[in-house]
């Protein structure tokens, strides 16, 4: 009776208070609550989905007076992004012995390469030396495919910052971590802090400084909220920056890819133009121009979600595929297509998805894209990610139960998007396309594509956009958002949530771990002891501990978990029914749509109860 007490009375309590009052979820950072709004999304239909996205999205750019926290659009936000930029700009304008480089794990470290990408693309093009490089933990093979595990190493951050920066003078160190939580990052902070002759440390991250991850860090004697403080004392001395507005909790508990991800973007492509506006074009650095710059991110999302019922459409017919055990596609041209290969790569630790459900291809694959160690393929990444990798191992298979995207853009070759779809339509009528247009430029082809596809959400964007702010930035920001939408919805549709929650995550590094247990906790009712019992038993697919399993370390558990499948289900299934590790993956199969096997023992725990 207890337990399911506890877990309406948290449902009660969630469903009325706002995230930002003291009592809300006070023993989680913002960035792992779980989102009032999002409550029953796993109830909801694609439309509503869609609608409760866009209203978590906006709660980035929410201007509260005397609220709790620093915000996106906060007074303190703009002035520290102000000083980085006028980082960047002397780095510009002296390139010599000097480095700008960015970090981070999973998502952030995808955003650190695909922005580092789009700025040395961009001064190349001026005859300018490339300043900026990019670190991601597990290096290059991480950009397209989850190595989570990596994300727990701050030796190896550490070590990935000496080696990129060898033989610089001054380097100025952007570290992303939406949780302030990843070790490899504050292996890379601590670097820095120790060599403050060569480093300027910079955190990007969103939770307010007090709720750093303070958990030991195996082998260090820092943690990151011990680095977090110490810059904190650096930064009245501006010898290290804080970037850290916090954006609301996630609508999928934990699930940094979204707003942390976008938020990623929008504050380092800020940074960035205006740095580049200051040293090519002489435009000042100013207060006003960069909360301008911000707003108009703001705009992108309301451009974004005028089209909910078309982004709900491919919401539908992407979880039709995936209910049915078939996958969604997306093919791309140049850099829109990056933001799908990383869309594609987060479902498999943020579902439990297998890489085939989701998958990405762009023209030329990774030659294309210009990643640090060159072909992926060879790198053993799962597949190969150029259209010719598509044509060769999965045209010959899509029939119409597979969901094809295109994402093209204006100023993609046409030609070639026609000729591909001409080809994927002889497969399957199951084509769809997101294009990205200026008012007034239309392409002879888009005519024929658009009656190739079932359904196209065409955006088109004002000519006269704001200075600072490139129509390609607001092009991907855009395709982040609707392919964010479309994959979350899928896997919503097909039962991959439970209330707001990633009930199939995979348990591959002590964040995740550690978001396990909670949640097991939150379902269950029982202690964090009990429940981090049943994770084990889950992951070593015991039914007794023995001494071996309950002296390994948690890499070890991390590392096993690996090769086990639904492992939180499994652990949630025992936790409420008492069933032995057999019995709950038999019921798990009898039930493969896991928010109903979790609810059909939630249901059942409460008769059990009530009978009592
Ligand atoms: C989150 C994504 C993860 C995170 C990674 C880094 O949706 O699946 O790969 O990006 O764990 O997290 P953080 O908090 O250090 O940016």
């Given at each position: 009776?207890?337990?399911?007490?506890?877990?309406?009375?948290?449902?009660?309590?969630?469903?009325?208070?706002?995230?930002?009052?003291?009592?809300?979820?006070?023993?989680?950072?913002?960035?792992?609550?779980?989102?009032?709004l999002?409550?029953n999304?796993?109830?909801?239909?694609?439309?509503?989905?869609?609608?409760?996205?866009?209203?978590?999205?906006?709660?980035?750019?929410?201007?509260?007076?005397?609220?709790?926290?620093?915000?996106?659009?906060?007074?303190?936000?703009?002035?520290?992004?102000?000083?980085?930029a006028?980082?960047?700009?002397?780095i510009?304008?002296?390139?010599?012995?000097?480095?700008?480089?960015?970090?981070?794990?999973?998502?952030s470290?995808?955003?650190a390469?695909?922005?580092?990408?789009?700025?040395?693309?961009?001064?190349?093009?001026?005859?300018h030396s490339?300043?900026?490089?990019y670190?991601?933990?597990?290096?290059?093979?991480?950009?397209?495919?989850?190595?989570?595990?990596?994300?727990?190493?701050?030796?190896?951050?550490?070590?990935?910052?000496?080696?990129?920066?060898?033989?610089?003078?001054?380097?100025?160190?952007i570290?992303?971590?939406?949780?302030?939580?990843?070790?490899?990052?504050a292996?890379?902070?601590?670097?820095?802090?120790?060599?403050?002759?060569?480093?300027?440390?910079?955190?990007?991250?969103?939770?307010?400084?007090?709720?750093?991850?303070?958990?030991?860090?195996?082998?260090?004697?820092?943690?990151?909220?011990?680095?977090?403080?110490?810059?904190?004392e650096?930064?009245?001395?501006?010898?290290?920056?804080?970037?850290?507005?916090?954006?609301?909790?996630?609508?999928i508990?934990?699930?940094?890819?979204?707003?942390?991800?976008?938020?990623?973007?929008?504050?380092?492509?800020?940074?960035?133009?205006?740095?580049?506006?200051a040293?090519?074009?002489?435009?000042?650095?100013?207060?006003?121009?960069?909360?301008?710059?911000?707003?108009?991110?703001?705009?992108?999302?309301?451009?974004?979600?005028?089209?909910?019922?078309?982004?709900?459409?491919?919401m539908?017919?992407?979880?039709?595929?995936?209910?049915?055990?078939?996958?969604?596609?997306?093919?791309?041209?140049?850099?829109?297509?990056?933001?799908?290969?990383?869309d594609a790569?987060?479902?498999?630790?943020?579902?439990?998805?297998?890489?085939?459900?989701?998958?990405?291809?762009?023209?030329?694959?990774?030659?294309?894209?210009?990643?640090?160690e060159?072909?992926?393929?060879?790198?053993?990444?799962?597949?190969?990610?150029?259209h010719?990798d598509?044509?060769?191992?999965?045209?010959?298979?899509?029939?119409?139960?597979?969901?094809?995207?295109?994402?093209?853009s204006?100023?993609?070759?046409?030609?070639?998007?026609?000729?591909?779809?001409?080809?994927?339509?002889?497969?399957?009528?199951?084509?769809?396309?997101?294009?990205?247009?200026?008012d007034?430029?239309?392409?002879?082809?888009?005519?024929?594509?658009?009656?190739?596809?079932?359904s196209?959400?065409?955006?088109?964007w004002?000519?006269?956009?704001?200075?600072?702010?490139?129509?390609?930035?607001?092009?991907?920001?855009?395709?982040?958002?609707?392919?964010?939408?479309?994959?979350?919805?899928?896997?919503?549709?097909?039962?991959k949530?439970?209330?707001?929650?990633?009930i199939?995550?995979?348990?591959?590094?002590?964040?995740?771990?550690?978001?396990?247990?909670?949640?097991?906790?939150?379902?269950?009712?029982?202690?964090?002891?009990?429940?981090?019992e049943?994770?084990?038993?889950?992951?070593?697919?015991?039914?007794?501990?023995?001494?071996?399993?309950?002296?390994?370390?948690?890499?070890t558990?991390?590392?096993?978990?690996?090769?086990?499948?639904?492992?939180?289900?499994?652990?949630?299934?025992?936790?409420?029914?008492?069933?032995?590790?057999?019995?709950?993956?038999?019921?798990?199969?009898?039930?493969?749509?896991?928010?109903?096997?979790?609810?059909?023992?939630?249901?059942?725990?409460?008769?059990f109860?009530?009978?009592?």
């Open positions: 009776m207890a337990t399911v007490a506890k877990t309406e009375g948290i449902k009660a309590f969630s469903a009325t208070h706002d995230w930002e009052s003291a009592d809300y979820e006070p023993t989680l950072p913002v960035s792992e609550m779980s989102n009032p999002t409550r999304i796993d109830r909801a239909p694609a439309s509503s989905i869609v609608k409760m996205l866009q209203a978590c999205d906006a709660q980035m750019f929410q201007e509260k007076s005397g609220a709790a926290y620093e915000r996106l659009l906060s007074d303190q936000v703009a002035k520290s992004l102000m000083e980085v006028k980082r960047v700009q002397l510009l304008k002296n390139p010599q012995d000097s480095l700008i480089v960015l970090s981070g794990c999973g998502t470290g995808r955003l390469f695909f922005i580092t990408s789009g700025f040395n693309r961009e001064l190349r093009r001026l005859n490339a300043v900026c490089s670190i991601i933990a597990g290096g290059d093979r991480a950009l397209f495919s989850s190595q989570e595990a990596t994300e727990d190493d701050p030796i190896s951050g550490a070590l990935s910052l000496k080696k990129v920066s060898e033989g610089k003078k001054r380097v100025l160190f570290g992303i971590s939406c949780g302030l939580s990843a070790p490899f990052v292996g890379q902070l601590d670097f820095c802090l120790q060599h403050p002759d060569v480093y300027t440390p910079v955190l990007v991250g969103f939770n307010p400084t007090h709720q750093a991850r303070n958990e030991p860090i195996p082998g260090c004697t820092f943690t990151f909220h011990s680095v977090v403080t110490k810059m904190r650096l930064a009245k001395m501006q010898k290290a920056f804080l970037i850290n507005p916090v954006l609301g909790p996630e609508a508990s934990g699930s940094s890819r979204m707003k942390g991800g976008s938020a990623t973007k929008i504050l380092l492509e800020v940074v960035f133009s205006a740095a580049h506006a040293n090519f074009s002489r435009t000042p650095i100013t207060y006003n121009g960069i909360l301008q710059h911000m707003r108009s991110y703001g705009k992108v999302l309301d451009i974004t979600y005028s089209q909910t019922e078309g982004i709900a459409a491919l539908e017919a992407a979880g039709r595929s995936l209910q049915c055990g078939r996958g969604l596609c997306y093919l791309s041209w140049g850099f829109l297509g990056l933001l799908g290969l990383i790569s987060e479902c498999k630790p943020t579902f439990g998805a297998d890489y085939k459900d989701i998958q990405g291809f762009v023209g030329g694959g990774c030659k294309e894209l210009g990643s640090k060159g072909d992926l393929n060879l790198m053993g990444a799962e597949s190969g990610i150029a010719i598509f044509l060769h191992n999965v045209l010959p298979c899509l029939t119409d139960k597979d969901t094809v995207l295109l994402l093209y204006h100023s993609d070759d046409v030609d070639e998007v026609a000729k591909l779809a001409r080809r994927v339509r002889e497969k399957t009528s199951n084509m769809h396309a997101v294009y990205h247009q200026t007034g430029d239309t392409a002879a082809q888009q005519g024929e594509i658009n009656k190739l596809c079932s196209t959400l065409n955006f088109i004002p000519q006269a956009t704001p200075a600072s702010m490139g129509l390609q930035h607001m092009w991907e920001l855009s395709t982040k958002l609707v392919l964010n939408a479309v994959s979350t919805g899928a896997h919503i549709l097909k039962g949530v439970y209330q707001n929650y990633m199939d995550l995979q348990v591959t590094n002590s964040k995740l771990y550690c978001r396990a247990t909670c949640l097991l906790q939150r379902l269950s009712g029982h202690p964090k002891s009990l429940c981090e049943a994770l084990l038993k889950a992951i070593y697919q015991v039914d007794k501990l023995t001494e071996d399993i309950m002296t390994c370390n948690l890499t558990h991390t590392h096993t978990a690996r090769k086990v499948k639904k492992v939180v289900p499994l652990a949630l299934v025992c936790l409420l029914t008492g069933y032995s590790i057999k019995e709950a993956q038999s019921h798990l199969e009898q039930k493969p749509i896991v928010r109903e096997a979790v609810e059909a023992c939630l249901r059942e725990q409460t008769l109860s009530g009978s009592l």
